[in-house]
């Protein structure tokens, strides 16, 4: 049936085009470009051994840029309305000829996904978006079961792998004018996200800015997560060889995922994206059951001691549950809870810690 939407397709366009009628000659080419891009995608090969494991996708590679010979009709097309004299047409079809084109050249120079530090806070500013905000928190974990915890978390994840350990990030994207606007608004957002966590032996802690900066100093190169494979549709989270992993769910849902190889690029931060939405959706209790059988969360420390303590203690005065052990010579402050050991912390992560637990 595709095949005889796509004759359908340039026959009419080619009517139009004749006809003087170029808005839809351009609807037409514009729908057949669309489903060249599709047919461009990468073609993943999934293979299973004899014990029906999933193995990592394999990726067949082209080297017949489909997209180069639909930028060049466009460009001929262009071309032809030159020649009649045409006043628009030609110029569409040009620009989505190099539109074509250029969709397929490596991304170079600075990046929208770029952040900076913004000083004295928990805060990263995007680069392009002077007043959209991203703070970067980490999940400290009291449990060694990611499904326990996060099972029922509506929010974006950023799972770091290395080994058989994996770091838990939140970032949390806010907008407004100034920095005391944006830190006001990220503990407001944490607020009720840290009771629910705290509820599964898991807590909260926001990096300060130059820390969650230094975290995410790395390129990132995308992965194939095959999430709709067989009937297990959360294999690959397995099998796929990645460094880092987002995961967006929605009403339980595993709504977008992306994988990544990263890195090291010191001096520059990168969050990285979403990626696309999945079509199959399986349940974010499974992708996380999945990611508990290979990895395990970091070990509780003495952080997720203290964060415990001032979540335990919500509602009683500073001065009873928060024990001041004085300043450092690096800037930073040594504070303790009842019955913990004194950790090492800045004054913009531990306002937005009590903020946040109350």
Known sequence: MGWILNVVAVFVGLLSLGAGLWPISL?????????VWRATRRNRVYVKDEGKRPQPPRVRKSYFKKRYAVAGVFFILGFIGFQEGGAYSPWVFVSIGLVLVVSGLPIRGPSFSEVKPEANSVLLRKRWAPFSWVSLVEVKFGTSQFSRALAQFGTELIIAAESEKASVYLPVYVTALSVPRAESKVAETLAPLARTLSTRGAYLLPLDSREAATRLEWTLRPVDLALEYGRDGVASLESAPFDVLVLAPSN????SAAAYVSEPMPGTARLPRKGRKLESQPLMWEALEK???KYVPESADGMTTFLGSVC??????????????????????????LGTTQIELTRPQLRTIVRAYG
């Open 291 to 293: 990611l508990g059988e």
């Open 312 to 337: 335990a203690t919500r509602g009683e005065s500073l001065g009873e549950r928060l024990v001041n052990g004085g300043e450092t010579g690096s800037g930073t402050i040594l504070v303790g809870a």
């Open 27 to 35: 609807l037409c080419f514009g729908y057949i470009a669309y489903r």
């Open 252 to 255: 339980h849902l595993l709504e």
